[in-house]
C-alpha cells in the first residue's frame, strides 16, 4: 500500500464495467451486496460531507464493494491516513487491491475491525464509513458488526452510513435506528438523495 496514492480516474468504459461487475456480485451474493447497482456519485458526497478526513489518522470502509465511496474517500484523506477497509466478495477485494492504491483492502467480515486495526498497531478510528445492507441482516450479525464499529470509534469519532428509503419501514430497518440512537449521542439523517438508484439517506453518528 502507497501511502498518499490515489485511485485512477474511471473511464466511461471503467464505469460501465464497474456496474456489470456489481450486478455479478449481487447476483453471487444479493443478501451481502444490498442492490442492484453501485452507489451514485451524489450518495458518496452526502456520506463524505463535514468529514475532515484529510486530518484523520484512521479511516475505515466497511462493505466497499466495488469501491462507489472508497475512489472519494482516497482523494480527500491525508498522506499520512492510515485507510483500511473490509469485504466479503472476494471479487470485489481483488477488484480493488488492483485499482485501488492507498488502501488495506482485507477479505473478512467487518466483526473483525477491531483486529485488523490492531494488526495496524491501532485502537481507535477517527471514521468509520459503511456502505453494508443492514437491512437485510440477522439481528445478531447487525448487533456484532455495530459493537466492533462502537468499540473501535474514538471520543470524537464519526460513523456514517446509508439506508435506501424503500427499507424504512421494514423491522430490521426500525431496529438498525434505534440501536443507533442508544449507542450514539448524535444521530442526524440527512436529506433523500434522490440521484441514487435505489434513493437512500444518510446516518451521521457522532459519540
Known sequence: MRRGAKARPASRAAKKAER????????????????LCPSSPALARAMLQDCNLKD????????????????????????????LALELDQTCVARLRDEMDGVA??????????????????????????GLPWTNMRPQVQDRILNAVIQCLGPKGVFTT???????????????????????????????IWRNLPPAYVYRCRR
Open 20 to 35: 456489470l461487475h456489481f450486478l455479478k456480485a449481487f447476483l453471487r451474493k444479493p443478501m451481502t451486496m444490498g442492490a
Open 56 to 83: 484523520a489518522g484512521v479511516v475505515v470502509e466497511l462493505g466497499p464493494g466495488t469501491g462507489a465511496f472508497t475512489r472519494l474517500i482516497l482523494d480527500r484523506i491525508g498522506p499520512r491516513t492510515l485507510f
Open 105 to 130: 483492502v482485507y477479505h473478512d467480515s467487518a466483526e473483525r475491525l477491531v483486529e485488523y486495526l490492531s494488526c495496524h498497531g491501532r485502537e481507535q478510528a477517527d471514521y468509520v464509513i459503511s
Open 162 to 192: 446509508f439506508a435506501y428509503a424503500h427499507a424504512y419501514w421494514l423491522p430490521t430497518a426500525g431496529r438498525f435506528r434505534k440501536r443507533l440512537k442508544q449507542h450514539f449521542g448524535s444521530v442526524k439523517t440527512s436529506r433523500l
